[in-house]
């Protein structure tokens, strides 16, 4: 799998590169700071979800290069704005000073925003834009916006010291934070590439339950890990008083609920033989990173 992640980081980067080469922006010191969001490394697992999808439809990788670009700026866009000092207030991420410790926080804001506005001009200069991209591309908008990842941002604003935020809540609060923009960069590349109503259900299903998985292995990883190993602050949540699934469950609850919510999502696109091993696999790989 590592092989497998390497290989689409390094096609990511070179799309990337790509459309970076041939769009010129210029005015600073916005530009530099909206290129030290987006190229400040990570796995690309969202861009990684758009090609795995892709190649599950018989496409190639650079059919939805342009969907892997304009997601990866969304995400990117929302950790520049999440570790603003008004959000979660971070000094670090990935082993590097955050965008506004760097330039300021205005200039962060205005470089979050113009990666935002960048994701859509990207979608709308894919060559291959047809009725199936409108579609994917009104998905990614609905999940990433005030019913999608901009809610759960919402809801976990005001998960502070004596929110005590219950079970429900935090899966909520997952789901929208973290599993909207896996389901939007999975789903929206397979409704890109043409897939039917079953591949979608069931890939919609998948991206929740791999978004679930992905957030609460962080929150044990803020727990037990450290700055070092994982390029930013730990026990940030717990300094906030911010109510995590670990808090709700403990760490053995929130190791079983993962396995158990794991067997599920590989559950869901097991139907699909072959086509899904790589899905499988990254499923996998995630949750291995708490052991």
């Known amino acids: 799998m590592l092989e497998r992640l390497e290989n689409y980081r390094k096609l990511f980067e070179s799309h990337l590169?790509?459309?970076f080469a041939k769009n010129d922006y210029?005015?600073?010191?916005?530009?530099?700071?909206?290129?030290?969001?987006?190229?400040?490394?990570?796995?690309?697992?969202?861009p990684t979800l758009c090609y795995m999808a892709a190649e599950f439809c018989g496409k190639s990788a650079d059919y939805v290069s342009n969907l892997a670009i304009g997601m990866e700026m969304i995400h990117s866009y929302s950790l520049?704005?999440?570790d603003l000092p008004c959000m979660d207030d971070d000094d670090l991420?990935?082993?590097?000073?955050?965008?506004?410790?760097?330039?300021?926080?205005g200039i962060a804001v205005l470089a979050g925003d113009a990666l935002l506005n960048m994701a859509f001009e990207v979608f709308l200069s894919d060559k291959n834009f047809d009725e199936n991209s409108l579609?994917?591309?009104?998905?990614?908008?609905?999940?990433?916006?005030?019913?999608?990842?901009?809610?759960?941002?919402?809801?976990?604003?005001?998960?502070?010291?004596?929110a005590n935020l219950d079970l429900e809540e935090i899966k909520r609060l997952n789901r929208l934070k973290t599993s909207c923009l896996l389901k939007s960069a999975l789903v929206g590349s397979c409704i890109k590439c043409g897939g039917n109503e079953s591949e979608i259900r069931n890939f919609e299903n998948f991206a929740q339950k791999l978004g679930e998985i992905f957030q609460i292995v962080d929150d044990i990883l803020d727990k037990t890990s450290n700055?070092?190993?994982?390029?930013?602050?730990?026990?940030?949540?717990?300094?906030?008083?911010?109510?995590?699934?670990v808090d709700a469950m403990g760490i053995d609850g929130a190791r079983d609920y993962i396995a158990a919510i794991e067997k599920s999502?590989?559950?869901?696109?097991?139907?699909?033989?072959?086509?899904?091993?790589?899905?499988?696999?990254?499923?996998?790989?995630?949750?291995?990173?708490?052991?």
């Open 17 to 19: 590169d790509e459309w």
């Open 26 to 46: 210029s005015i600073e010191p916005v530009a530099q700071a909206l290129k030290y969001g987006i190229k400040n490394g990570g796995k690309r697992i969202r």
């Open 80 to 82: 520049i704005h999440d």
């Open 93 to 105: 991420r990935r082993g590097k000073p955050t965008v506004h410790k760097i330039f300021g926080d």
């Open 135 to 162: 579609k994917a591309y009104r998905y990614i908008a609905e999940n990433s916006g005030a019913n999608g990842m901009i809610g759960g941002q919402s809801i976990d604003l005001s998960n502070v010291s004596g």
């Open 227 to 245: 700055e070092e190993i994982l390029g930013k602050q730990v026990m940030q949540d717990e300094s906030k008083g911010k109510t995590t699934f």
């Open 265 to 291: 999502a590989i559950a869901d696109i097991s139907k699909f033989g072959d086509r899904a091993r790589p899905l499988i696999e990254l499923c996998r790989y995630l949750t291995m990173r708490i052991y």
